[in-house]
Antibody
Framework: EVQLLESGGGLVQPGGSLRLSCAASGFTFSSSAMSWVRQAPGKGLEWVSTISDSGDDTYYPDSVKGRFTISRDNFKNTLSLQMNSLRAEDTALYYC????????????????WGQGTLVTVSS | DIQLTQSPSLLSASVGDRVTITCRASQGIATSLVWYQQKPGKAPKLLLYAASTLQIGVPSRFSGSGSGTQFTLTISSLQPEDFATYYCQHFSGFPLAFGGGTKVEIK
């Protein structure tokens, strides 16, 4: 069974930093692209970042580019998101997501989601 | 960047109703579209990918269609457990994007 367990959320002041982690199990982590998706309280879903299976390729929307860094450790089956220069608008529940793409996936989609870790940016 | 516009944003329906949700892309995305269902306090759940392929384990009352810029999610006979918020998402290159969501509520 695929399990994605996020941690690292909390309350941080504007301009501060936070590092989120996601412990993955139940699948071959090193063969899977991974992503972060966030959801502000009462709002919709927003894609935050994607990293390739090797970690060589990373992608971000303009809203977080230059402030957030996604990374992975394929030996520890861990995904991370380093968030710097945090703003009030970054307040959200952050989901760790398994990205199924190509090959045996027969398509592109987010097929497994963690339960999320809450980040609150406030003074 | 590709934007996705869902309509309606709120849909009131009764058990047994046929329900259709629309997702429009700002430019053509072939069939690179996915639908999710999200219930309160829960993570989203994958329903369909490639516009019309049902994810394993999803009831056959859910179906999807469309290509290019216009897509639909249809629930053929709404069940009590289907009251939720539905999101579309495209995978036609980065940046990825979600639609704004459609909340299906009890009429």
């Amino acid at each position: 069974e695929v399990q994605l367990l996020e941690s690292g959320g909390g309350l941080v002041q504007p301009g501060g930093s936070l590092r989120l982690s996601c412990a993955a199990s139940g699948f071959t982590f090193s063969s899977s692209a991974m992503s972060w998706v966030r959801q502000a309280p009462g709002k919709g879903l927003e894609w935050v970042s994607t990293i390739s299976d090797s970690g060589d390729d990373t992608y971000y929307p303009d809203s977080v580019k230059g402030r957030f860094t996604i990374s992975r450790d394929n030996f520890k089956n861990t995904l991370s998101l380093q968030m710097n220069s945090l703003r009030a608008e970054d307040t959200a529940l952050y989901y760790c997501v398994k990205y199924c793409r190509g090959g045996s996936c027969n398509g592109y989609y987010f097929d497994h989601w963690g339960q999320g870790t809450l980040v609150t940016v406030s003074s | 960047d590709i934007q996705l516009t869902q309509s309606p944003s709120l849909l009131s329906a009764s058990v047994g109703d046929r329900v259709t949700i629309t997702c429009r892309a700002s430019q053509g995305i072939a069939t690179s579209l996915v639908w999710y269902q999200q219930k309160p306090g829960k993570a989203p759940k994958l329903l369909l990918y490639a516009a019309s392929t049902l994810q394993i384990g999803v009831p056959s009352r859910f179906s999807g269609s469309g290509s290019g810029t216009q897509f639909t999610l249809t629930i053929s006979s709404l069940q009590p457990e289907d009251f939720a918020t539905y999101y579309c998402q495209h995978f036609s290159g980065f940046p990825l994007a979600f639609g704004g969501g459609t909340k299906v509520e009890i009429k």
